[in-house]
């Protein structure tokens, strides 16, 4: 056993790594270390142990990078758009605090609901997979609807429905492809606004959150999650979006939800594939890639699962002050130079000279998106080829 909590301390270090780092996700360091796995006697179960604790430890720490620089994953996209007014408010210590109580009321969601889902899981998805490109139309409409301005978002939408059907053809690394895609969508326009605006890191104050109080947006991030890892192309983003009116227009609740929703979405994903064998996410992609875990097996990467949670919450608390006074030690600016460089440069290692252009196309749109206000709707670069896949025109054969 203490071999598995090493290899799993291991992964969540990584995940603070990749967390913090714009640019770096954990399906790189999945998908380039598998090779790895395979030339070597390293046993299945110390790799996924190190495999969920990097995953579970990303979720809590790349809300730091999209909180604090605008540069967010898919999975924190959302939070790039409701925490800056926050962070000028000198309140982003507590923006972040909020999306880790959440991660922690994830927890405690899933644990109750895993049984039920487990029993029920399979003959839902059944009954729900024969017409699943309905469904996700009608979370695209809602989306576009939901907009203030409902016609340039169902434009943007339409954009970005594009980039994602013409990037899932392209001849690139589809392991990395979602890379400049999402960089271009939502990390440069943001990094770019605030390069606009002479941003400079106002002092954050220490706001004490009740992780009783925060109940409401874990659970509303937490049935997200689930239907993340149900439906196909939703995403943990754009489920959340879907849920929005549950929440009402409170900031904390809103990136509470987006913390329970990362952290469940990792959850679900795993049951998601040992009940109907379907991959939601570049872990259960990695699980499904090496065999489907047996019984014991996902007993032990349970409760590995729950270390891990626990312990990257507590690590990510105490992360966030050290990250924040690096940010106001150095010239924000500098920060932010770097942040593009290490987007631009990962984007060409990933994905070759057409993922550069995936970018730049990219962030055309995601610029488009920000001067409208349309940001949310960007998250059509997943449903749009996700509908057209269950629809079978024959594009993703």
């Not at 399906?27 to 969920?52: A, H, M, Q």
């Amino acid at each position: 056993m203490l071999l598995y909590i090493l290899s799993t301390l291991t992964g969540i270090f990584a995940g603070v790594f990749t967390g913090l780092v714009p640019g770096i996700h954990p399906n790189t360091v999945i998908f380039t270390s598998l090779p790895v796995y395979l030339e070597t006697s390293i046993s299945l179960p110390l790799y996924l142990s190190f495999i969920t604790g990097m995953s579970i430890s990303h979720t809590f720490h790349d809300f730091l990078p999209a909180i604090f620089l605008s540069a967010p994953e898919a999975e924190a996209a959302l939070s790039a758009v409701a925490a800056p007014e926050l962070v000028n408010r000198g309140k982003g210590l507590q923006a972040f605090q909020n999306t880790v109580y959440g991660g922690i009321i994830a927890l405690l969601v899933v644990g109750i609901s895993s049984l039920p889902v487990f029993i029920f899981l399979e003959q839902a998805y059944n009954f729900l997979s024969g017409f699943m490109e309905y469904i996700l139309l009608f979370f695209l409409l809602f989306m576009v609807l939901e907009s203030e301005n409902s016609i340039s978002a169902a434009i943007i939408s339409f954009f970005c429905g594009v980039i994602g059907v013409v990037s899932f053809q392209a001849p690139v690394n589809q392991q990395f492809v979602l890379v400049p895609v999402f960089a271009g969508l939502f990390a440069v326009p943001g990094v770019l606004e605030i390069l606009g605006e002479d941003f400079s890191l106002s002092e954050q104050r220490e706001t004490e959150n009740s992780l009783a109080g925060s109940f409401k947006g874990g659970f509303v991030g937490s049935l997200a999650g689930l239907m993340a890892g149900i439906f196909p192309g939703i995403g943990s983003a754009a489920s959340t979006s879907f849920l929005t009116p549950l929440m009402g227009r409170s900031r904390k609740t809103f990136l509470t939800a987006m913390g329970a929703v990362n952290t469940s979405d990792i959850i679900f994903s795993l049951l998601t594939l040992q009940v109907i064998g379907k991959a939601r996410s570049g872990v259960s992609v990695a699980f499904k890639a090496l065999s489907t875990p047996g019984t014991s097996l996902m007993i032990l990467l349970s409760v590995l699962t729950v270390f891990s949670i626990l312990l990257s919450a507590y690590l990510s608390l105490h992360i966030s002050r050290f990250y924040i006074s690096v940010l106001r030690a150095v010239k924000i600016r500098i920060v932010l130079y770097m942040v593009l460089a290490v987007i631009f440069f990962s984007s060409i290692y990933l994905t070759g000279l057409l993922g550069l252009l995936v970018l730049l196309t990219s962030f055309f749109v995601g610029k488009a998106a920000v001067e409208t206000g349309n940001r949310r709707v960007c998250m059509s670069v997943l449903i749009v080829p996700s509908i057209l896949f269950f629809a079978e025109l024959g594009l993703f054969m």
